[in-house]
Structure formats: structure tokens, C-alpha cells
């Protein structure tokens, strides 16, 4: 889709018509970077690739370099590094602080992608590897459009900073402590994060608002050794009935979340909010034939996009003990593990849910066994982007012209974690602004990028800055 195929849209100057025309002209040149990209296994999450996220922060600083960029350096964190760069010749226009992020999910399970994780493969109109779309993808679209209008015009419309940090899929534990740090370098007007993602391949959506987030870890204690099931069997408490019984216990039979204090602070969505999500073009039959669930399941009382958008939740994301391999064995397991995560709304400390999770939980820990928590600091706020804010206007007006058609603005259960820091270290609201789509495979098997977002996503992100800034 290009700047001139869209019915109605706006006229394009020609400076960025120029531009428009050379990211055309590199279209293949784009899709082989990101192929080159993803290709590195920047797992932030296990220590064996710390060389490869050095060596995908350093191919990350030389594309910004290559595109024009100055300043361009790698800010060492207590963890694995950021990225930076600068471009500042844009007087009396906006300066925008551009975030992204280079790491990337663990690829397990690998027995099932159907091609190899860190071999980016072309299939169709798809480009399949971990990575392509959360987030580097949409994070080098960015690189790739501050890079074309610079040659087609010598200048940007606006100061554009780059951030681009390697801790987001754990977390982004260090990122605070560096934001602080670097705050005056990072001053800027507002955040356009390339992190995120539209709601739905069919229609171009702004994400305006994301849930917070916070996680807990626990390991149940039993015996001090494994034991053999038939002998010992009855006789000692088994750490998974222990967990087991301690994860159902999280909720009623009507999906409510059992934790006392829990919904302290939670509003109900105003009347005319929930009427709303009932025009967007979502069906729960469409959303389990997506899913490939057999059912729709969650708190009573509430639609599917309301639970998934707007209401607090807690989930198992692990639990696991004793013998998991094949075959048999019959063993009283020492102790099992359980990892849970909480999407939060506004009104709800994470720290303070985090603290009532683990007080329930320890009160509820049966006779015979003992609970202990594994240190972890996974905390973020949940995050609503003003309706009036300049950036959100102009991005809805910047999709109308890509795509032809209304933005709808959504909601998003994920989180991201460092919109808070930004807001509450830099004073900074944040619009969210990815070219990637919720049906992905993010996080799992197959993940995949589709290859048009690339060029919609390039025009849609020169657009925006030239409207934003002194072009527009």
C-alpha cells in the first residue's frame, strides 16, 4: 500500500513523496535486514546469549550510524545494554523519544516451529522467526524511515531520539535506574514506542491504553528428597497436590480472583465505555476459532474484550515438578515450582498486589509442606494515553491516509513495562505505534511478521513524524 493508493488521502508534499518513493525502491533491502536481524539469538533471558545481545546491540548501533544518526553509543545497564542515538538539526520542532526493543523470547518449545526460530524463512507474504514481530520488525522500521527521509531530504521534520533497550522480555529491571541516570540526554516532548501492536490484521488500531503488570514465583517444599510414591505415598504431604491445590485456589467457581484486596481500587468501566467495545468488529466465535480454544472462559459479568482490556487478572504461566520425561516413575516429588503472572488496571499497585498475592498465598500453604518465593522485581503500571494528546490525534490521521479507513483505538491486555518510567521519571506520555498484529505467534512457536506491514509501516512512521514535526 502506498501514500497515493489510499482513498482520500491527504496530499504528499514532495519532500516526503521523495521519501515514500526511495523506501519503495528498498523494499528488498528492508525485508533482508530484518531477515539479518532477527537472525541473531538475542535472548535476554539466559545467560548463554549474552555475547549474541552484544552482538545484536552492535549491529543495532551501526544500522542508526549507517542511517545518519549521531551520538550513537551502547549505555551499559547492571544487565545487557541499550541503544542510543540522536538526530537534533530540526529547530523549533518536537523532539520525540523513539523506543524499541532488540532481545527477544526464549524459542522454546523448538520441536514445534515448523522452520528454525533464528533462520528467519520466507513463506508467502510471512517472514517466520523469533523475533520478526516483538520486536524487531517494528523497531527497525523505525531505523529504516528516519534513514530514507534524511536521503531524500537532507533533514527530519523533528528531533528524533532512539532507545532501544535489551531487557524488555525480562522485565526491563535496569531500564529505570538508566532513564534516571540519562534523564537530561533523554528530554524530549514525548515517547512514540514502537513496541506494542494493532489489534487486528483487517483494521488499522491504536493502542491507547495497556494493562500493568506484576509476577511471582514460589517453590513448595516437602520432603527432603525425592521419595518412592509406593512406599511413602499418604503418608507425607506431595508438594504438587500442595501447588496444584494452592493455583485453583486463586479463583471462585465464577473466575473471580480469590486474593483479599485484590479489586481494591478497581472501577467499572463508565456505561458508555462498554457500549463502545460492542460496536468494535470482534466476535467471541472468530476469537476461539483465532485461539483454537474450545471455550470462552473468565469473570462473570464481563464480555471477552472487557476481561482481556479493562479487568485484572491472575494466571499460571508454569508449574512443574518431579518426573517429566518418558515413560514411568514413581516418585513423591521433593518439591514443586509455580510462576504466576498478574495483568493489573488503573487503581492497582503492582507492588501491592504482588505483596497480597504472596500473603495469600503463604496463609493458604497447607500443613506438611512450606512455600517459598523466588526473588524477582517484574513490576509495571497499567497506562492510558490522554485522548487529546497531539501524537494520538495525528497518528489517527496518519493511519486514515496509509490504510484508507478509521483507526479504531483499542486496549491492550499485554504490558510494557517502561511507559511508567517514562511518564513518572521523564514526565513523558507515550504513544504506541507498532506495525506488528496480536495474531503473530509472539511469545510462541512460529511467530511471524507480515511483509506488507513493513512498507505500510515505514510510510505510516515518515508520515507521522512529518506531521508532527516541521513538515507537517
Known sequence: MTATSSPGAA?????????????????????????????????????????????????LAARLECAGMKSVSLWPTAGHPAVYGEWLGALDAPTVLVYGHYDVQPPDPLERWHTPPFTPTVVGERVYGRGVSDDKGPLLLTVQAADALLSATGRLPLNVKFLFEGEEEVGSAHLPALVKGRAAELRADFVISADGGMWSADFPSLTVSGRGLTALEFTVHGPAHDLHSGRHGGSVHNPLHAAAALVAGLHDEHGRVTVPGFYDGVTELPPEQREALTTLPFTDAAYLQQTGAPAIYGEAGYTTLERQWHRPTVEVNGMWGGYTGEGSKTVLPAEAHVKLSCRLVPGQDPERVHRLLRDHLSAETPPGVRIEFVPGNHHARAYALPATHPARVAARRVLRDVYGTEALEVGMGGSIPILETFQSVLGLDSLLFSFAVGDENIHAPDEFFRIPRVSQGQEAWARLWWALGAGG
Open 11 to 59: 496530499p504528499v508534499p514532495a519532500g516526503l513523496e521523495a521519501t515514500l518513493a526511495l523506501l519503495r525502491e528498498r523494499a528488498d533491502a528492508s525485508l533482508a535486514e530484518l531477515i539479518e536481524f532477527a537472525g541473531i539469538p538475542s535472548v535476554s533471558a539466559q545467560s548463554a546469549h549474552r555475547p549474541d545481545m552484544e552482538r545484536a546491540a552492535a549491529w
